[in-house]
């Protein structure tokens, strides 16, 4: 168990550019989620995946964001022409295991810099 | 609208002695919260958690007391170490359309654990 992996951990974009983060979850979870935080602000919710189903998309997820988790394992978030309010940490979790609650496990997340 | 409240921005205490960390909620459907630790530059660890079946749950020197009725829960931690010092968010989750655990963060409190 290596734990939530994330990359890049940081990226700077200019205003317009599309950019994509990558998240690989704990190995056995099949639940998958995405959150952003901005400064003074709690993570907030963006997406869910179990398994290679999105499930659940928050209404902040705009037309464009677009997540994937196309077998199952690793999942993208690609925001395009990118503006400046995406400036955030974006964070990924995963959960699994055989009960419904579980604690979610962070990554320590990509923070996006828009210029 | 925050469904999930913490009212204390910071709180600094002596080390050796208690801390005291208030989180409020206004979702009645809320039926799991989960306190989560966080260092700068890394993500939310899981600390704590507490089934709404539960008023108390306790894992070495942190305690976690929910009452319901005043939709009201406190993370108590003694005795209180330097090493605790980072910011503190309280999360709930509940019943969702496509069956998620997301959870739904207050904006975290600061703690300072002084030597």
């Known amino acids: 168990d290596t734990g939530v992996s994330q990359n890049p951990r940081h990226k700077i974009t200019k205003r317009g550019q599309n950019v994509t983060f990558r998240c690989d979850p704990i190995?056995?979870?099949?639940?998958l989620y995405w959150y952003r935080q901005t400064l003074g602000q709690g993570p907030e919710f963006l997406t869910y995946?179990?398994?290679?189903?999105?499930?659940?998309k928050s209404r902040l997820l705009s037309d464009r964001f677009s997540a994937e988790r196309p077998k199952g394992s690793f999942s993208t978030l690609e925001i395009q022409r990118t503006e400046q309010g995406d400036s955030a940490m974006y964070l990924c979790?995963?959960?699994?295991?055989?009960?419904?609650?579980?604690?979610?496990?962070f990554g320590n997340g990509t923070r996006l810099t828009v210029t | 609208d925050q469904q999930v409240k913490q009212n204390s921005p910071s709180l600094s205490v002596q080390e050796g002695r208690i801390s005291i960390l208030n989180c409020d909620y206004t979702?009645?459907?809320?039926?799991?919260f989960l306190w989560y630790k966080k260092y700068p530059a890394e993500g939310p660890t899981f600390l704590i958690s507490?089934?709404?079946?539960?008023d108390k749950n306790e894992d070495g020197r942190f305690t976690v007391f929910l009452n319901k009725s005043a939709k009201h829960l406190s993370l108590h931690i003694v005795p209180s170490q330097p090493g605790d010092s980072a910011v503190y968010f309280c999360?709930?989750?509940?019943?969702?359309?496509?069956?998620?655990?997301?959870?739904?963060f207050g904006k975290g409190t600061k703690l300072t654990v002084n030597p």
């Open positions: 979790a995963s959960s699994g295991g055989g009960s419904l609650n579980s604690p979610l496990h």
């Open positions: 190995s056995e979870h099949n639940r």
């Open positions: 995946f179990q398994n290679e189903a999105q499930l659940e």
């Open positions: 979702n009645s459907m809320f039926d799991y």
């Open positions: 507490i089934s709404s079946i539960k």
């Open positions: 999360a709930a989750s509940g019943p969702s359309q496509g069956g998620s655990e997301k959870l739904v």
